[in-house]
């Protein structure tokens, strides 16, 4: 079996209250492996552990127990983080520096040669459409344009795994049409991202593999690749259809149909549990198919699945 | 080169903040004041002018040194712009020693402009290089090196600035008042007062012995011998209380 890019074996974190000297977990007992090429998504409620795995990972914070392994081989949290690129939430830089001053002096911290700084700087900040702000001091940029500035950063060195926090965050819709083109197009060039996301349709569009945490907990693991397992049920849409036929569908699906929200008076919409049910419903309809609209399998989505995972209202407040 | 990196950064965020040219510019006031006083003054014009430079040049140092170096990790961590630094790959050992030798280009440079608008006053008052000036300004140089070292190393013990910048206050009230440590540490002293007397005499860094603008002012010459031992205590000095910082550093945590 491949040994995966990245591994999160039983990864622990707790911190102590201030006083008390209380454990406070903040994460319990994750173990992921991430692929390397693969799109991984992290997404739970606040509090739920995201960005105290991204820290674990960036060798901001020191794991309580477990072990992070990079390539198979243990990635101690003071070692330097060589090959991985960060963007922590809220994009926090020097304000007296200009975009040129603060992308080379990350640069220089990646250990980049001149000639490589030149030509990487050039590139990513095109990449994000930025070229035009080089010579604009930190301070006086939109918070769009210091996310961009922060995913400039972190991909510089042409990291194996870039892992960004909250990329969409304070981006407006454009924006964050980009930073999804911008995600896949890093992900194109061979680079593992990983990043965590509240906008579960952006996780949903971007997306492999989607762990769900809750309370510090690993929940569920979706991979949005395969195709999901078989259909939770079928939704058989119907136009013009006679009362006895009705009657007759609503002994197979177990309740009467339902007139459809869209599409006029005269649509009926029907849900159906299994394939059974969904033969069973034609045979009722007795050769009439053109009275057929649509028949939809029905798959959970990735919120349905989220919230099954957490509970809905499960909402953890900060640590 | 990630320590230069660093290095540079730090100096140039200094240089970027405004509160260094204030008291730049005050510091050159007060110098041209002391030479308006020392013309009115009716003993040696020379030397009073020159005693109150070196006062106002060490005066400031101190403050610019105190000021900028407990500031340099709080501001990090305050702004949280470490995360962006530590999450590359830069040794902890890296980082502190990039903001020392940032903090002690900045310093070094100030006293350097210092000691050039002296140099260029006593040559008006003169009419002659006035080269005492150098040795002076280059011991306060050691001077604010280890005072440097001390703001770093309590920076990274305490969170507040204002902690630590009493701290390296203290360090350097303390340390220019060394001297006296070595008469509590009589024969004529009682025992615990004389251990603890040794105790700090043996802690703390002897900054009287590196300043000395009033002995050159007075005319006594120094042989070069002091400077190479001055020079090398203050480096050891220095290298003592970075390594202190990183081993504390070392267990930071960036929640």
């Known amino acids: ?319 | 080169m990630k320590v230069l990196a660093l290095a540079l950064n730090t100096s140039r965020e200094a240089i970027r903040n405004k509160v260094m040219y204030s008291i730049l510019l005050f510091a050159a006031v007060l110098t041209a004041v002391s030479a308006a006083f020392g013309a009115a003054s009716l003993g040696d014009t020379l030397r009073f002018v020159k005693d109150f430079s070196f006062f106002s040049i060490s005066l400031f140092g101190v403050i610019t040194t105190v000021v900028l170096g407990v500031n340099l990790l709080s501001k990090e961590l305050g702004r949280r712009t470490i995360f962006n630094i530590l999450s590359k790959p830069v040794a902890r050992w890296e980082f502190l020693v990039g903001k020392f030798l940032g903090l002690l280009a900045t310093v070094v440079s100030m006293l350097a402009v210092m000691a050039l608008a002296l140099v260029g006053l006593l040559f008006a008052l003169e009419g002659q290089m006035d080269w005492q000036v150098l040795p002076v300004v280059g011991t306060m140089m050691l001077e604010l090196a280890v005072l440097s070292a001390a703001a770093i190393f309590f920076s990274s013990i305490v969170v507040t600035p204002a902690l630590a910048g009493l701290f390296t206050a203290a360090t350097f009230i303390a340390g220019r008042s060394a001297g006296e440590l070595t008469y509590f540490a009589g024969p004529e002293q009682p025992p615990v007062l004389r251990a603890i007397a040794r105790g700090l005499s043996a802690v703390l860094p002897h900054l009287d012995q590196l300043y000395v603008a009033d002995r050159l002012s007075h005319g006594q010459s120094l042989p070069v011998s002091f400077y190479a031992i001055a020079t090398a205590y203050a480096g050891a000095y220095v290298a003592v209380l970075l390594l202190l910082s990183v081993v504390i550093f070392r267990r930071r945590e960036f929640v």
């Not at chain 1, 994460?27 to 992290?42: K, N, P, T």
């Not at chain 1, 606040?46 to 914070?61: C, D, I, P, Q, S």
């Not at chain 1, 006895?244 to 149909?257: I, Q, S, T």
């Open chain 1, 1 to 319: 079996m491949a040994v995966p890019l990245l591994a999160l074996v039983d990864l622990t974190k707790w911190f102590r209250s201030n006083w008390t000297f209380r454990r406070i977990p903040a994460l319990d007992r994750v173990s992921l492996a991430i692929e390397a090429g693969e799109v991984f998504g992290l997404i739970g409620h606040n509090g739920a552990g995201k960005t105290t795995t991204f820290k674990l990972l960036a060798g901001l914070l020191r794991p309580s127990a477990g072990e992070i392994r990079l390539d198979g081989r243990p990635l101690r949290w003071q070692d330097p983080r060589q090959g991985i690129g960060f963007s922590p939430e809220q994009p926090y830089f020097y304000e007296y520096l200009t975009v040129r001053e603060t992308l080379t002096l990350y640069a220089r911290l990646y250990g980049m040669t001149a000639a490589d700084r030149r030509q990487r700087i050039a590139a990513v900040t095109a990449q994000l459409r930025i070229e035009r702000k080089l010579d604009a001091r930190m301070r006086t940029l939109s918070k769009g344009t210091l996310q961009r500035v922060a995913v400039a950063q972190a991909i510089l060195p042409r990291p194996r795994v870039v892992i960004l926090d909250e990329p969409m965050s304070g981006l407006d819709p454009s924006g964050r049409k980009e930073m999804r083109d911008l995600i896949l197009s890093t992900k194109a060039d061979g680079t593992t991202v990983l990043f965590s996301s509240h906008i579960l349709s952006d996780a949903e569009l971007l997306c492999d593999r989607v762990a769900v945490l809750a309370s510090g907990r690993l929940r569920d693991v979706v991979d949005l690749r395969a195709p999901t397992t078989e259909p939770t049920g079928y939704t058989l849409v119907l136009r013009d259809v006679p009362a006895p036929v009705l009657e007759a569908l609503g002994r197979v699906a177990g309740a009467p149909p339902v007139g459809a929200a869209a599409g006029g008076p005269g649509r009926w919409s029907v849900v159906l549990p299994d394939r059974g049910a969904v033969l069973a419903a034609l045979t009722a309809l007795n050769g009439s198919t053109e009275a057929i609209e649509a028949l939809v399998p029905q798959r959970p989505s990735l919120e349905q699945r989220f919230l099954r995972s957490v509970g809905a209202g499960d909402e953890d407040p900060d640590p």
